[in-house]
């Protein structure tokens, strides 16, 4: 989504004013589900590598041979009398070292940290001959060579918190050629957690591989939907499930006496009471479900539209039906995910999910939909528009009068463009051409659309500027905005996020991916940088924002995609270019998180790349 400034303040107003009308006593305003979620494990800081400083022995670490433990001639420690010793031969040689360890879950931060000293013989200042690579399970935290030779011990770091709560190997490997020795003199390591009480950043998440099945039926003027709704899904979790949680979003719109959403004769559960302003509702499973085994629940549902040009309302005779269906909330280390509504952002957390939605209208609305959709004649006067989606995280469609054309793209995406009235023949094309051009960018830098066809449904009156869904955007004529929202397809859609905590790793990487599909270089763009405060992080959640309202799209939007420029520059545009192509392929379908991304990053360059973060206050 790219709020417009101009919006931001009726964002604002529209949000306390709803939140007051659903303030009920029955069902206040973010009100906790009934039953709390499972408290987080205890931070206890802790240094989890034994006999880091050599000076006991070689127990535990494992080691190539008896002399890379060492307190011989030649090196000196960096503390005490003993180091480890790699290399250093002068001929083709190979030395190991690596120790098992258990990083406890719980603290917001895990930090490994070594002091590095490197000579070698080698005279070339161009070529890596020899080389030292640190691995912390399979992930490279960073390979350094004979061209990183310095007088002296530095030290390295690394944020490993996405490896809370597992047990791993930290492990380095040196590698030399055939002459020239070059010594990799390892001592004093370290992985340390500390911090406040958090929940495991990579911990299970559940229910999984869920399945929509949808049918619903209109008015005459596409305002009004009823039907059923079923979801299928698998417990993921080690941790029998005895409840799931459906977010029914868009109750935010109206109020819990009169909701825009209903869902009614419940099957495969019991339903409970409403909660978080009436978006959650608790379903008990008719029985616990232990890891592995799957179940489905059915409801009846009910969807009226209201007025509004907004992403679930509708401006005249078109009505845009965002976040309308609902989906099964997410459970990991932190509990159930049950964050209010925000007007300002997203919050939407999902798991990729299987949807068959079928929307039986009047033949004079036209339907464009999530997935690919195929129109099969009705009873007199309707049609049924079938749209199946696969791995998507959400369903969204419209109902209009619109005005329909279509093309594909150079690389085969077919891409359709749904106009409301006035907006001319001329802008429609424009918006079409930049659609086909922005899908197949994004496509040839983070890998290949996978959702069928895509569209594009262009109203002007949209206050929040756009916002995306699973191959179907909404938007005003703007050749940047609409870049902007197809790019949401890699990023929410196919890497997946936190919307709600992490919302950067959606907006400020489509906004990087923006930039570089318009050819805009973000140059200096740092340089404009100015901090409204200390706790002013790239890597706040929505509710700062929401808090902070008129600094979120500065921030976000602009200091995020800054960062992302920066660190192109820094890791050079080859490396920053397969960085993010291997990142959304390691996460295809799955969920990222800013641990995860960061460890990416700094296996892809031997620079350290902790004053980086720091500076561009990139936290987790």
Known sequence: MRPTPRKAIVARLLSVAALAAVCLPSAPAAAAPHAAPAAAAACTPAQVVTNGGFESGTSPWTQSSTSVITNRSGQSAHGGSSFAWLDGVGSTHTDTLSQSVTIPSGCSSASLTFWLHIDTAETTSSTAYDKLTAKIGSTTLATYSNLNKASGYTQKSFDVSAFAGQTVTVAFTGTEDSSLQTSFVLDDIALSTSGDTTPPADSVRTPAAPAYTVSLSSNTSGTVWTGHESATFTNASSTALSEVYLRLWDNYHGTCTAPPITVSNVTGGTAGALSVACTALKITLASPLAQGQSTSIGFDLGITVPSGADRFGYDGAFSFIGNALPVLAVKDGAGWHLDPYTNNGESFYSLAADFKVTLDHPT?????????????????????????????????????????????????????????????????????????????????????????????????????????????????????????????????????????????????????????????????????????????????????????????????????????????????????????????????????????????????????????????????
């Open 364 to 620: 004079s609305l036209l339907v464009p939909a999530t997935g690919t959709s195929v129109d099969t004649p009705g009873s007199s006067g309707r049609t049924v528009t079938t749209a199946t989606a696969s791995k998507v995280r959400d369903f969204a469609w419209a109902a209009g009068p619109f005005t329909k054309i279509s093309g594909t793209s150079p690389a085969g995406t077919a891409v359709n463009v749904y106009s409301v009235s006035g907006i001319s023949s001329a802008n429609a094309q424009s918006m079409l051409t930049t659609a086909k051009s922005a899908v197949d960018a994004h496509a040839a830098r983070f890998g290949a659309y996978p959702y069928g066809e895509l569209d594009a449904v262009i109203d002007n009156n949209f206050w929040f500027g756009g916002m995306e869904y699973p191959g179907f955007v909404l938007d005003l004529v703007s050749t940047t905005a609409l870049t902007h929202e197809i790019g949401h397809q890699w990023f929410y859609g196919i890497v997946g996020d936190d919307e709600y905590n992490s919302p950067w790793l959606d907006e400020a990487f489509t906004d990087y991916a923006t930039d570089l599909a318009q050819n805009k270089t973000g140059a200096s763009c740092w340089s404009s940088v100015s901090w409204a405060s200390s706790a002013e992080k790239i890597t706040n959640s929505m509710a700062y924002w929401d808090a902070h309202s008129s600094r979120y799209s500065t921030v976000i939007y602009g200091y995020g995609k800054c960062a992302l420029h920066d660190l192109r520059r820094l890791l050079g545009d080859t490396a920053m270019a397969k960085l993010l192509k291997d990142y959304a392929t390691s996460h295809w379908y799955g969920v990222s998180t800013t641990a995860e991304f960061k460890a990416a990053a700094q296996a892809a360059t031997t620079t350290d790349l902790t004053s980086f973060w720091t500076t561009h206050r990139i936290e987790g």
